[in-house]
């Protein structure tokens, strides 16, 4: 038996072509056997064709047309993100230069926990992430030095951030968020040992400000306040310029979960929203959601790096004193992992490829095409529109029905393989949720998404 190629090296492009070819094929075969944005038949339809596809999970001798058969296999039993009818959550399709970016850090495999091992993409880490951080504290009247992690996502970056407050503020330090912040918050507060969270009222799916208010004057302290732009269910922003200038007048330190929302920086149309984001010591973005990323494509922003020195750690294999004093650079506090791939390659080969005009035009699209599938439940008798969306959320559900209904229309969709729609709980109804990342949607898309849902309540009633 020959040694299986390496993906590096000298023989590395010569091995990676042909299977290249295989997986290019595999997914495009698997695409055209799905025939939606969802395979059909439900999870124990999609686990039996698995099941099939997969066979013995450690044969006893090797398959060669593995890598064919399970990419197939994934492929045929995958929801597509780039398919306009695939639009229930924060899942976006990623751009084919970001993708293709990924396959370069696999290939090179490079792990940042010390520089030895990432010489070149620890250099790119640091001057990215001090770009991004500055571009998103830009804002700030005098901008401060900033800097940012990258993290696996919204939860990682939501539980640095608890993190970076306890160590500041101690641990009696308590989080102060709103009902409609995501719930990675609460958990991170309990994976800290921090005192139960105040969770505030959030009327209409906001933080409401006078409740705020009242916690932070007669709650004892200290205190983290934790903001959204961009709420999971609906794509709501928090009043920021009003919780920033509470938690000024009451010395609390401001969070802000933009994990959705932040990519609106890149739009000129669209900034405005996210006025008052650089007043937190910490931000939280998910480029990975309004950014066209592969997973995982996550940041922390810091106003204060003092703050980051919390997250210093020694071990002598990677970040040794003598090494350190000769000029190499540590690594371990950039992250609490240590073994950490290079995500920040894809990031940076989007923002060079596309530049601020690019992927602002993105965003606008996206939030272009939103408002006008509000418009077309709004204006569609059948149907009930919660609001205009913030973002690119929008919020709906057939009129005069029960919300069991609701939940039975979505589950139909996802039986069938026709659409793929999400659930938000707002003002004691449920709703259905698309949030539309795609910016290759276009209107008839989202005439027919509407057409399917109405047939679907049709089927149902």
Not at 283 to 310: F, S
Request: contains cysteine; proline residues 8%.
């Amino acid at each position: 038996m020959s040694t299986p190629s390496l993906a590096s090296g000298p023989e590395g492009p010569h091995a990676l072509r042909p299977l290249l070819d295989t997986v290019l094929q595999a997914l495009d075969e698997g695409a055209h056997a799905r025939g939606g944005p969802l395979p059909a038949g439900g999870p124990a339809a999609v686990a039996a064709r698995l099941r099939a596809a997969l066979g013995d999970v450690l044969p006893q001798h090797g398959d060669p047309d593995a890598l064919h058969t399970l990419v197939h296999a994934l492929a045929e039993g995958a929801a597509d993100p780039a398919d306009p009818l695939c639009a229930a959550h924060l899942h976006c399709p990623p751009l084919a230069v970001a993708t293709a970016a990924d396959l370069a850090a696999s290939v090179l495999n490079p792990s940042l926990d010390s520089w030895d091992q990432a010489p070149a993409a620890s250099e790119l880490e640091t001057l990215v992430t001090r770009a991004l951080a500055a571009e998103i504290y830009a804002g700030a009247a005098t901008p401060p030095s900033a800097d940012a992690l990258i993290t696996t996502g919204g939860t990682e970056a939501n539980q640095l951030a608890l993190l970076l407050a306890r160590e500041t503020h101690g641990t009696g330090l308590r989080l102060i968020c709103g009902e409609s912040a995501h719930h990675s918050l609460p958990r991170a507060a309990w994976l800290l040992g921090l005192p139960d969270p105040v969770t505030l009222p959030a009327p209409h799916g906001t933080l409401d400000p006078a409740a705020l208010h009242e916690a932070l004057t007669t709650l004892p302290g200290p205190h983290l306040v934790a903001a959204t732009a961009g709420t999971t269910d609906a794509g709501l922003i928090d009043p920021l310029p009003e919780i920033a200038a509470l938690c000024t007048a009451h010395h609390a330190r401001l969070h802000i979960d933009a994990a959705y929302g932040g990519a609106l920086l890149l739009s000129d149309r669209h900034r405005t929203r996210l006025t008052g984001l650089h007043h937190a010591h910490t931000i939280t973005i998910d480029l990975h959601k309004l950014g066209w990323q592969p997973v995982a494509a996550g940041l922390l922003a810091v106003r204060d790096p003092h703050d980051l020195t919390a997250l210093h750690q020694h071990a002598d294999y990677l970040n040794a004193d003598d090494d350190t004093e000769a000029g190499l650079p540590d690594l371990l506090g950039r992250s609490l992992r240590t073994t950490r791939r290079p995500d920040i390659l894809k990031i940076a080969v989007t923002l060079k490829t596309l530049g601020r005009t690019g992927l602002g035009a993105l965003v606008d699209q996206v939030c272009d095409r939103a408002q006008e599938f509000a418009a077309l439940i709004q204006d569609h008798p059948g149907f009930e529109l919660y609001d205009r969306p913030t973002i690119s959320t929008v919020l709906f559900r057939p009129a005069h029905t029960t919300d069991d209904a609701v939940a039975a229309v979505r589950r139909r969709l996802l039986h069938q393989g026709r659409a793929v729609l999400g659930r938000a709980h707002l003002d004691g109804r449920l709703w259905l949720k698309a949030t539309l990342l795609n910016p290759d949607t276009r209107p008839d898309d989202l005439a027919t998404l509407l057409a399917l849902v109405e047939k679907a309540a049709d089927e149902t009633a």
